[in-house]
């Protein structure tokens, strides 16, 4: 199944890039990259990306801006993505492992090529463990149910 990349005009080049990264380990990408010097407002490319991700057109997705959080955060408000926003490739691989991540976020103004290439190795490397996570991400989607319903006290 494809892998999404979407990215804002923070570093286009930088996004093309990992893009090509992501075919070299043998998956497909679709590509959310806009014409190099063109602004766009990430929220609507991380939308696009993640919503592949949602309708099970993709396995998961990866968005770039300029350090990541901006694209995590409109991510995150998409039900059923886990976005995480990395830096280092440690938690990008317990992101997969520990809590089922099905969104990596980047920085292209935070992290190099290479050492965003190895985020980018270590999340798509990684594998859900399952056991004790399982049960801790049931509760993060039963969270998650109770906040958009408006239950259990939320103000």
Same mark, same amino acid.
């Given at each position: 199944?494809?892998? %999404?990349l979407?990215?804002d005009?923070?570093?286009? $080049?930088?996004?093309?890039?990992?893009?090509?990264?992501i075919?070299n380990?043998?998956? $497909?990408?679709?590509?959310?990259?806009?014409?190099?010097?063109?602004?766009?407002d990430?929220p609507?490319? %991380? +939308?696009l %990306? *993640? &919503?592949?991700v949602?309708e099970? +057109?993709c396995?998961g997705?990866?968005?770039?801006?300029?350090?990541?959080? &901006?694209m995590?955060?409109?991510?995150?408000?998409? +039900?059923s993505i886990? *976005?995480?926003?990395?830096s280092?490739?440690?938690?990008?691989?317990l992101?997969r492992?520990?809590?089922d991540?099905?969104?990596?976020?980047?920085g292209?103004r935070?992290?190099?090529?290479?050492?965003?290439? $190895?985020?980018?190795?270590a999340?798509?490397?990684a594998e859900?463990? &399952?056991?004790?996570?399982?049960?801790r991400?049931?509760?993060? +989607?039963?969270?998650?149910?109770e906040i958009?319903?408006?239950?259990? &006290?939320?103000?």
């Open positions: 199944m494809p892998i %999404a979407a990215c005009h923070a570093d286009v $080049d930088f996004a093309h890039l990992i893009c090509g990264y075919k380990f043998g998956h $497909d990408v679709i590509c959310f990259i806009p014409e190099k010097g063109t602004r766009v990430y609507e490319y %991380a +939308k %990306a *993640a &919503g592949l949602v099970g +057109k396995s997705a990866i968005l770039i801006c300029g350090t990541g959080v &901006g995590s955060i409109a991510a995150n408000k998409i +039900k886990r *976005a995480v926003c990395c280092e490739p440690y938690s990008a691989r992101s492992e520990h809590n991540a099905n969104v990596l976020c980047i292209a935070v992290v190099g090529l290479e050492l965003a290439k $190895d985020i980018v190795r999340w798509l490397s859900f463990e &399952g056991d004790r996570h399982a049960r991400l049931a509760m993060i +989607k039963e969270i998650e149910t958009e319903g408006g239950t259990k &006290g939320w103000r």
